[in-house]
């Protein structure tokens, strides 16, 4: 069965301390996955997907087949990325058909 | 213009009532999306429209629960005889075809 796994519930860290939010996926094939972020009393929103291979505000996420794995990265975390983040995983039959995790809160201190 | 509306914001109900949420897409868009969050969870789909017609509603836990989009435009998700376990988020999101999913600000459902 599809299934993301976000096995943190709260990242703490520093301002200016490298952050890695961890993603696994459980998919048989090639899968697109997307992180969504959710700022304090804003909507969810889509931060990166893979197939697009960005930075956005800094953060990047490598697809890795072996391991399954889709982890979130930022070399210096900022105060402003405090927030709440998805990973998640189109289920079969739909691109925005999504399946997500369970979220991680960063909470990055000054 | 705006992003997606969700309406009411707030919503509390006591068991065995029937509700009603809407959610106004953004204009264009030809993807409607419900997810529901319940607390300390990521969304869980619900239920897709591609224009007026229920593309997959394989999400939907159970036949109290049914959503509509006469228009292809405004959708409303209808829950019959709520239950303490309906309490959740409920959110709207929509989309071009295949692309970004653009979501409300949810509409916060309580049962009493």
């Known amino acids: 069965a599809q299934r993301v796994t976000q096995p943190e519930k709260l990242l703490s860290v520093f301002k200016g301390a490298p952050v890695e939010l961890k993603c696994n996926y459980s998919y048989s094939g090639s899968p697109e996955l997307f992180w969504y972020v959710q700022y304090s009393r804003q909507r969810l929103q889509l931060l990166l997907r893979h197939i697009s291979r960005e930075s956005i505000k800094g953060f990047t996420a490598d697809l890795n087949k072996g391991e399954t794995s889709f982890h979130l990265k930022k070399p210096f975390a900022q105060e402003e990325d405090s927030a709440m983040y998805y990973c998640a995983l189109p289920q079969r039959g739909g691109y925005n058909k999504l399946i997500f995790g369970a979220g991680t809160r960063l909470a990055v201190h000054p | 213009g705006a992003g997606v509306s969700q309406t009411p914001s707030n919503k509390v109900t006591e068991k065995g009532k029937y509700v009603e949420l809407r959610c106004d897409p953004i204009?264009?868009?030809?993807?409607l999306y419900w997810y529901r969050q319940s607390l300390g969870q990521g969304p869980e789909f619900l239920i897709y429209?591609?224009?007026?017609?229920?593309?997959?509603d394989s999400g939907l836990p159970n036949d109290r629960f049914f959503a509509v989009r006469p228009e292809g435009s405004v959708s409303t998700l209808k829950i019959q005889r709520t239950e303490r376990g309906d309490s959740a988020v409920y959110l709207c999101?929509?989309?071009?075809?295949?692309?970004?999913?653009?979501f409300g600000e949810g509409s916060r459902l309580t049962v009493l």
């Open positions: 204009s264009g868009h030809t993807a």
């Open positions: 429209f591609q224009g007026t017609g229920a593309a997959d």
């Open positions: 999101a929509s989309s071009s075809t295949t692309g970004e999913l653009f």
